[in-house]
């Protein structure tokens, strides 16, 4: 079993900073691309940014200049590093992956986690 662990929310000021991990445990062969979601009260989940194996990254507008997605490929451990939080980043952020258990497997996508609340308020 393939499962996704995010921590590291908590509250924070406007203009601080948190950094999210995202642990992939279980029986893992490759993990090809990673993202993170977030969740803000009362709308969807949306994806804010990518990390590819070989550390191409893309990030939604809503966050460019602001958060680091990067990756520690022997940890299986994804990051987020925000900067410059505002009160419109409030929200629960997930991760997800693309992840091939064996070399003879297809990619398979983990079940959605609890994700980690954030909440960027003065």
């Known amino acids: 079993q393939v499962q996704l662990v995010e921590s590291g929310g908590g509250l924070v000021q406007p203009g601080g900073s948190l950094r999210l991990s995202c642990a992939a445990s279980?029986?893992?062969?490759?993990?090809?691309?990673m993202g993170w979601y977030r969740q803000p009260p009362g709308k969807e989940r949306d994806l804010i940014a990518t990390?590819?194996?070989?550390?191409?990254?893309n990030y939604a507008d809503s966050v460019k200049g602001r958060f680091t997605i990067a990756r520690d490929n022997a940890k299986n451990t994804m990051y987020l590093q925000m900067n410059s939080l505002k009160p419109e980043d409030t929200a629960v952020y997930y991760c997800?992956?693309?992840?091939?258990?064996?070399?003879?497997?297809?990619?398979?996508?983990?079940?959605w986690g609890q994700g980690t609340q954030v909440t960027v308020s003065s």
């Open positions: 997800n992956a693309d992840i091939q258990v064996s070399r003879w497997s297809t990619y398979l996508t983990p079940h």
């Open positions: 279980g029986k893992i062969f490759t993990i090809l691309n």
């Open positions: 990390i590819t194996r070989g550390g191409s990254t």
